[in-house]
């Protein structure tokens, strides 16, 4: 945790109150004290710094830590959106605090043909699973901008009807293993990046994409697994 | 599995013989069957194809799988070397086949302070358990040449003595998080990345690579765990 975020409605007239893993961490891994100052935000809001005000549970309770809080900073910006056809949810479980961590906006999940069928019933779809995990990829990185997840199952149809609307100005890209790696692409805005499922992307889907604006984009004949290929993408697209 | 590797001792007058976790996948995923070809490879050598020659093993037996093998083609050749401060061993696990599979070639494991001490006692260090993850991400993505690791838990005398003669003409880079992110270099012929562990690298560690050729490289201010910003970088810096 390199910044502490608090929900909203955790601040009250200035001060955050909290518990749980994040009052731990103050105390056990930062060894907090009353007077010391932390990196803060809000999330879906500004960033800044607290001061502790307040550390209360002696030795072997669970602690609770009061900060009064400044938050009067921009957070970094998401730079990209993601077209995903998600992995199994294991890796999916491990992929979304390192996409909130790298600077991703939206995630909009589709149903390729090759995602496992079972993917869709995952616990990890419901949002009070994967909402702690994004967040916890903001407390890494700094920033406080929460991804949003949405489930377009009917790839084609979200692609054919949605798609435009929703990332009218992105740079689109379809992530494509062929021979030779390609460099980044400068000068986008907003970057829209289709990331394939484990046994890629049909060639109907990807003749679907390339229709809709996406170019197709490579990191060269490696074929790399979905963690490790959209982990080195957002790391080589990163403006 | 997209390269099914053996070993040099499996191949015998042009036959490769294997069960286990590769028999399996050609039986059970690949569907395998006599005349079938498959993507094959020599660990250290060539690479090229097979031709499924006998399956053994009934329904519930382990299957025994013979490949009649022709390995004319070169490798994709490693590109980077790391210099790398071990994450957790939890953490390193699941990194080696990711760096198998991204073209590392060295693995140059340092003491750096922040190294958790208990890290060099870890069974991950034995080449019978960390040999086998790293085959399997070169039988991902396609590779035979096989990385090495070396222990070198006096940082600055590894730095001091060996780096030069190890290293001679890489590019050298160290990552190192700051304000802005920058464009991967070009027309390096081997990259030498030295990544740091999970609390980052000394003021010290990072004059001290800098005094030996290392340059300062950043993917920006948000600040990634180990993991995500090994693979982001390897991911950023591949030519």
Same mark, same amino acid.
């Given at each position: 945790?390199?910044?502490?975020?608090?929900?909203?409605?955790?601040?009250?007239?200035?001060?955050?109150?909290?518990?749980?893993?994040?009052?731990?961490?103050?105390?056990?891994?930062?060894?907090?004290?009353?007077?010391?100052?932390?990196?803060?935000?809000?999330?879906?809001?500004?960033?800044?710094?607290?001061?502790?005000?307040?550390?209360?549970?002696?030795?072997?309770?669970?602690?609770?830590?009061?900060?009064?809080?400044?938050?009067?900073?921009?957070?970094?910006?998401?730079?990209?959106?993601?077209?995903?056809?998600?992995?199994?949810?294991?890796?999916?479980?491990?992929?979304?605090?390192?996409?909130?961590?790298?600077?991703?906006?939206?995630?909009?999940?589709?149903?390729?043909?090759?995602?496992?069928?079972?993917?869709? @019933? +995952?616990?990890? &779809?419901?949002?009070?699973?994967?909402?702690?995990? $994004?967040?916890?990829? #903001? %407390?890494?990185?700094?920033?406080?901008?929460?991804?949003?997840?949405?489930?377009?199952?009917?790839?084609?149809?979200?692609?054919?009807?949605?798609?435009?609307?929703?990332?009218?100005?992105?740079?689109?890209?379809?992530?494509?293993?062929?021979?030779?790696?390609?460099?980044?692409?400068?000068?986008?805005?907003?970057?829209?990046?289709?990331?394939?499922?484990?046994?890629?992307?049909?060639?109907?889907?990807?003749?679907?994409?390339?229709?809709?604006?996406?170019?197709?984009?490579?990191? @060269? +004949?490696?074929? &790399?697994?979905?963690?490790?290929?959209?982990?080195? $993408?957002?790391?080589? #697209? %990163?403006?």
């Amino acid at each position: 945790m390199n910044r502490i975020l608090f929900e909203p409605g955790e601040i009250k007239n200035g001060i955050a109150t909290f518990g749980g893993a994040r009052a731990r961490h103050v105390v056990s891994v930062l060894h907090g004290e009353v007077g010391q100052t932390l990196k803060t935000g809000e999330i879906g809001g500004k960033i800044g710094t607290g001061v502790v005000v307040a550390i209360s549970g002696a030795d072997g309770d669970l602690p609770e830590v009061s900060v009064s809080v400044d938050h009067a900073d921009e957070s970094p910006r998401p730079w990209v959106d993601l077209v995903l056809a998600p992995p199994r949810p294991r890796v999916m479980k491990r992929l979304l605090p390192q996409f909130a961590a790298l600077g991703v906006g939206r995630i909009v999940l589709v149903g390729a043909k090759k995602v496992e069928k079972d993917f869709w @019933g +995952a616990t990890l &779809l419901k949002e009070e699973i994967y909402r702690p995990l $994004l967040i916890d990829g #903001l %407390m890494q990185c700094g920033s406080s901008i929460l991804p949003t997840i949405e489930v377009r199952r009917n790839f084609r149809k979200f692609v054919a009807d949605e798609l435009d609307l929703a990332f009218p100005e992105s740079l689109r890209l379809v992530a494509h293993p062929c021979a030779g790696s390609q460099p980044p692409p400068s000068g986008f805005g907003r970057l829209l990046l289709a990331i394939g499922p484990e046994g890629g992307w049909t060639d109907d889907e990807v003749a679907l994409l390339e229709a809709h604006g996406f170019s197709r984009y490579s990191l @060269g +004949a490696r074929i &790399l697994r979905t963690d490790t290929a959209s982990v080195a $993408l957002l790391g080589r #697209l %990163m403006p």
